[in-house]
T-cell receptor, first 112, second 116 residues
Framework: GNSVTQMEGPVTLSEEAFLTINCTYTATGYPSLFWYVQYPGEGLQLLLK?????DKGSNKGFEATYRKETTSFHLEKGSVQVSDSAVYFCALRLYNFNKFYFGSGTKLNVKP | NAGVTQTPKFQVLKTGQSMTLQCAQD?????MSWYRQDPGMGLRLIHY???????DQGEVPNGYNVSRSTTEDFPLRLLSAAPSQTSVYFC???????????????FGEGSRLTVL
């Protein structure tokens, strides 16, 4: 089947710490991969995406690389800020089907 | 750019009442969908549509009804509200042809529903 698994939270870090949120997937076809961010009380916003193997998505200092060999799309940021506190969702889309699969979300708390 | 617009943003209902959550998008997207988000449950797909006149059930369709008479609009109807339908509802859309086949879902800001 198709699914997305991401690390459970909450993840608590101090400001300027390095962030990794793990995401692995299973897919029967060739997926696009996404990271969404949800700030408190808001909807989901696209953070970054990658549409084929070895692509690197990046935005606002966050990066993730589409690794087909390990079926992973881990989110990283070198130095987090308090303003990065949010819930992060990993997701995939199958090309041939209009279907999206979301991970359960990882809450990130960044302390000053 | 308006994107995906949901109304209302907040609603309180009594058990048994009915209501409609509105969703409109101005991006000419073929695909539209409704999710609910509950604490600790992530996102769950309620219904979706791949074009006007075409709808299908998602993961948790019971108690909800949808229709798609135009490309732009995809309303979600609660037929007889129950406390278990207290949740935050998100409408989302995307393209399904050309370069959009690999693209992301665009989300509305959400509608917070409380059923007493």
């Amino acid at each position: 089947g198709n699914s997305v698994t991401q690390m459970e939270g909450p993840v608590t870090l101090s400001e300027e710490a390095f962030l990794t949120i793990n995401c692995t997937y299973t897919a029967t076809g060739y997926p696009s991969l996404f990271w969404y961010v949800q700030y408190p009380g808001e909807g989901l916003q696209l953070l970054l995406k990658a549409t084929k193997a070895d692509d690197k998505g990046s935005n606002k200092g966050f990066e993730a690389t589409y690794r087909k060999e390990t079926t992973s799309f881990h989110l990283e940021k070198g130095s987090v800020q308090v303003s990065d506190s949010a819930v992060y969702f990993c997701a995939l889309r199958l090309y041939n089907f209009n279907k999206f699969y979301f991970g359960s979300g990882t809450k990130l708390n960044v302390k000053p | 750019n308006a994107g995906v617009t949901q109304t209302p943003k907040f609603q309180v209902l009594k058990t048994g009442q009915s209501m409609t959550l509105q969703c409109a998008q101005d991006m000419n997207h073929e695909y539209m969908s409704w999710y609910r988000q509950d604490p600790g449950m992530g996102l769950r797909l309620i219904h979706y549509s791949v074009g006007a006149g075409i709808t299908d059930q998602g993961e948790v369709p019971n108690g909800y009804n949808v229709s798609r008479s135009t490309t732009e609009d995809f309303p979600l109807r609660l037929l007889s509200a129950a406390p278990s339908q207290t949740s935050v509802y998100f409408c989302a859309s995307t393209g399904t042809s050309g370069g959009a086949v690999a693209g992301e879902l665009f989300f509305g800001e959400g509608s917070r529903l409380t059923v007493l």
